[in-house]
T-cell receptor, first 114, second 115 residues
Framework: GESVGLHLPTLSVQEGDNSIINCAYS??????FIWYKQESGKGPQFIID?????DKRQGQRVTVLLNKTVKHLSLQIAATQPGDSAVYFC?????????????FGKGTTLSVSS | DTEVTQTPKHLVMGMTNKKSLKCEQH?????MYWYKQKAKKPPELMFVYSYEKLSINESVPSRFSPECPNSSLLNLHLHALQPEDSALYLC??????????????FGPGTRLTVL
């Protein structure tokens, strides 16, 4: 099976399978995280977010899990569809007196075959 | 209107040219951002404007010059760029701390090619 914290640059699944995309973040003080989906030729699109006081949050067909101990996020997509094919990025929010900014993690390219 | 628009969609310029990228949002967001994205890489933060003032500059070379004429507009002026500056330039906006963090949107980007 897949190790917790292992980031894969690409993931190929069959339509209908469940997908798990992993991400590691760097700043233990980050208190808010977002998953984005980026389709070819488009800007990143918000999928789901989670605050650091939670360890799980569910949306429509997506679930985000947060493990603060190992600074790891995962995005689970249920019943993956061809339209889910895209690059997925996690991002952590860094907020200080200067302002608020997103710092993106490495992306994972998800390919869904019919 | 829940959209960030960017113009142009594509731009090809020579190293001696001067050009500008434009970004617009009408969501009342007071923070606007420029990111640079190379192929197969995550977006990298360049500049942050908060209430029309530059609040973060991530050590970006001076050949990139941001401008925020008003709360709805954000420009990125380009001069004497290098071929390695070719990338997708993304604009984003969202509500400031205290509002819902998930009120953030990215534009579709400007694909820049420097010859």
């Amino acid at each position: 099976g897949e190790s917790v914290g292992l980031h894969l640059p690409t993931l190929s699944v069959q339509e209908g399978d469940n997908s798990i995309i992993n991400c590691a973040y760097s700043n233990s003080a980050s208190d808010y995280f977002i998953w984005y989906k980026q389709e070819s030729g488009k800007g990143p699109q918000f999928i789901i977010d989670i605050r650091s006081n939670m360890d799980k949050r569910q949306g429509q067909r997506v679930t985000v899990l947060l493990n603060k101990t190992v600074k790891h996020l995962s995005l689970q997509i249920a019943a993956t569809q061809p339209g889910d094919s895209a690059v997925y990025f996690c991002a952590e929010i860094l907020a200080n007196q200067a302002g608020t900014a997103l710092i993106f993690g490495k992306g994972t390219t998800l390919s869904v075959s019919s | 209107d829940t959209e960030v628009t960017q113009t142009p969609k594509h731009l090809v310029m020579g190293m001696t040219n001067k050009k500008s990228l434009k970004c617009e949002q009408h969501m009342g967001h007071r923070a606007m951002y420029w990111y640079k994205q190379k192929a197969k890489k995550p977006p990298e933060l360049m500049f942050v404007y908060s209430y029309e003032k530059l609040s973060i500059n991530e050590s970006v070379p001076s050949r990139f010059s941001p401008e925020c004429p008003n709360s709805s507009l954000l420009n990125l002026h380009l001069h004497a760029l290098q071929p390695e500056d070719s990338a997708l330039y993304l604009c984003a906006s969202w509500g400031e701390r205290g509002s819902s963090y998930n009120e953030q949107f990215f534009g579709p980007g400007t694909r820049l090619t420097v010859l």
